[in-house]
């Protein structure tokens, strides 16, 4: 098996709510590739990823909730933990 | 970010044993593992959410398909929308197939939180039944060539490819409940589903499908909790030391059961269903199956002592060329399903030989043979020109001709004087293991043997309204349609090579084995 560093992925549908998603991940983790397919758009990092509900809601200008959001998490790689205000990704 | 853990903590101390009923009865198929009582379900998932986040993702879906079909896309590339006749049709059976497990699981297997997700995963493996049944009506209605999109429910557990979905599938339905989690959720939807449900919706939205990139992306939607349900039940069976050979042993089982069943359909998907090709079906493998899951999932499970599988070195192995063999059997046998499939054209040819070097000198003359049959006036049939035909392997079902028709690890092994068909070691291995559980399986041979390739058809029913035609082609040309006595005229009759006279390769003491095969 190939030696890779441990790392988190989210895979989301296409739209308005991933775009918004990609945009505050990469602002927020610095470290995170984002990826535009034509279905999809991935985001992956080393280590951690952590969704902050309240930060999406306010990059779209309207009420949201870990609900909606899991509505277009389509895949992950890592451990997920799915709270209140936020979903973390954790490499370990 | 405390509520929603304790509201969650508060709603599983709500569990009680019956009194009415002792375990034994409560939990019919006993399992060989060990499971305390405790478990996560790291979603907290109740079961308000539940369904305000399904139906919010129906609602959404079928918001989609309504639109599509009144605005037709500029027309949808033929070789995709053929293939999804194939795809959609055996992925609606084993969807509904992976509901039952659910069901089977919720009702044996006891800690709490592991139960309830699985019974959510149940009613979204019905879900994903209906959306596909959905795709393939939709696709019935707006499609060109309606035949086969007709008869789909049916063909997804007839045609001669189902068998091999089948045979995992049933695999998994009547072995130990919660080694079944680790079929379905640890390989079918942690590693395997990725491949097709995320990468190949680029395919479907480049060969003018938006219809199938939403199924899927939908779908995979559900997949993220079941791979969550899957880790929670591996951990909490890791948590224990007693279970961690037995876990071994089913990780061993699985990753090859998973990797012929449906990995190397997924790949020959990825090559040969999509016309505008991107990535090719090993790259896809490399990256959802070999960095994801196995770099990166599967690696974490090596500090409780958890081993590479046993046959990593045969899926390694098997990933050069196993999609170019399966593409061999489901176009050789191209009657015996209901679409309509050309030849790669030259650039085509051109981009296999880039990704897989060599492509051309193990598969070329395949398919310029297949070319050549295209056309039902020259009187030729593929599998006439093939020559003898493989048989097939009692575990996964699938014909002896992996990882290459030319250079198959299949075998013949004569166990207490019976033969019995292998396509590898490691489908002999499973088959030993548990020998009652596959020895039983009815194939191809044990249906048609001796038959005239025509009768074949006929009763399989693969035959358009006309009472003649057959629904499948070998070409996407359809001025001129083979019939069945276009097939007739062939005078093709199926052999099994189990009447040949074997050629011992090997003497174990108490097995023969022999390897004579194409």
Redesign the interface.
């Known amino acids: 098996?190939?030696e890779?560093q441990?790392?988190v992925?989210l895979?989301l549908?296409a739209g308005q709510e991933a775009n918004a998603v990609a945009t505050v991940l990469a602002a927020s983790h610095p470290s995170a590739t984002v990826e535009y397919?034509?279905?999809?758009i991935s985001v992956e990092a080393p280590g951690q990823l952590r969704v902050q509900i309240s930060q999406i809601g306010e990059a779209l200008g309207s009420d949201y909730d870990v609900?909606?959001f899991?509505?277009?998490?389509?895949?992950?790689?890592?451990?997920?933990?799915?709270?209140?205000?936020?979903v973390v990704l954790t490499?370990? | 970010?405390?509520?929603?853990?304790k509201s969650y903590d508060r709603v599983k101390a709500m569990d009680w044993e019956p009194s009415y009923i002792t375990p034994e009865e409560k939990f019919t198929e006993p399992t060989r593992f060990h499971l305390g009582k405790k478990a996560i379900d790291?979603?907290?998932?109740f079961v308000r959410?539940y369904f305000?986040?399904e139906r919010?993702?129906d609602s959404?879906h079928f918001a989609m398909l309504e639109a599509a079909s009144r605005f037709q896309s500029s027309s949808p590339e033929p070789r995709w929308m053929e293939a999804m006749k194939f795809m959609l049709s055996n992925m609606a059976a084993v969807e509904y197939g992976a509901g039952r497990q659910m069901g089977r699981m919720a009702r044996v297997v006891a800690p709490t939180e592991l139960r309830q997700g699985y019974m959510m995963q149940a009613l979204d493996e019905m879900r994903h039944t209906q959306l596909e049944m959905s795709a393939l009506r939709h696709h019935m209605r707006t499609w060109e060539d309606p035949a086969g999109y007709d008869i789909a429910l049916y063909g997804g557990h007839t045609n001669l490819g189902s068998g091999a979905f089948r045979s995992f599938l049933e695999d998994s339905l009547t072995c130990d409940p919660v080694e079944s989690s680790i079929a379905i959720q640890i390989f079918g939807e942690t590693a395997d589903?990725?491949l097709m449900?995320?990468g190949m919706?680029?395919s479907?939205?480049?060969g003018g499908d938006?219809v199938v990139?939403?199924t899927l992306?939908?779908i995979?939607?559900d997949?993220?909790r079941h791979?969550?349900n899957g880790?929670a039940t591996l951990m909490t069976l890791l948590n224990d030391d007693r279970n961690i050979p037995l876990v071994q042993d089913a990780l061993d089982k699985w990753s090859w059961r998973m990797h012929m069943g449906f990995e190397v359909p997924e790949m020959l998907a990825a090559d040969y269903f999509v016309k505008h090709k991107t990535e090719s079906g090993k790259e896809m493998y490399q990256r959802w199956i070999?960095?994801?899951f196995?770099?990166?999932?599967?690696?974490?499970l090596e500090k409780y002592g958890i081993k590479?599988p046993r046959f990593?070195d045969q899926i390694v192995r098997n990933i050069d060329w196993a999609s170019h063999s399966a593409a061999v059997y489901l176009f050789g046998a191209w009657p015996e399903f209901y679409h309509r499939y050309d030849a790669p054209d030259e650039r085509e040819m051109e981009w296999f030989e880039k990704k897989y070097p060599g492509w051309y000198s193990h598969f070329g003359k395949f398919w310029e043979s297949y070319k050549r049959c295209d056309d039902p006036a020259s009187g030729s049939f593929i599998l006439k020109e093939l020559g003898r035909l493989p048989g097939f392997c009692q575990v996964c079902q699938f014909p002896w001709i992996f990882p290459r028709p030319d250079a198959s690890a299949g075998r013949r092994v004569l166990k207490n004087g019976k033969w019995v068909g292998f396509c590898s070691s490691a489908c002999e291995w499973i088959y030993n293991r548990e020998p009652d559980h596959y020895r039983g399986f009815k194939g191809f041979y044990d249906w048609c043997d001796g038959w005239e390739f025509s009768d074949v058809v006929r009763d399989l029913g693969y035959i358009r309204p006309d009472g003649k035609t057959l629904v499948a082609q070998p070409t996407l040309d359809m001025k001129r349609m083979w019939t069945v006595d276009d097939l007739k005229a062939c005078d093709y009759i199926v052999r099994s090579p189990m009447h040949d006279e074997p050629v011992i390769t090997g003497d174990r003491g108490d097995e023969l084995v022999s390897q004579d095969l194409l």
Do not use: W
Request: positive net charge.
């Open positions: 098996m190939k890779l441990p790392k992925a895979r549908m397919y034509p279905a999809y609900t909606r899991l509505v277009i998490l389509s895949s992950y790689v890592g451990t997920i933990n799915v709270y209140d205000d936020s490499a370990a | 970010m405390a509520v929603l853990a790291p979603f907290r998932t959410e305000q986040m919010e993702k959404r589903t990725n449900f995320v919706t680029t479907a939205t480049l938006p990139a939403s992306l939908t995979q939607s997949e993220s791979m969550a880790y070999l960095e994801d196995y770099g990166n999932f599967y690696r974490k590479q990593m």
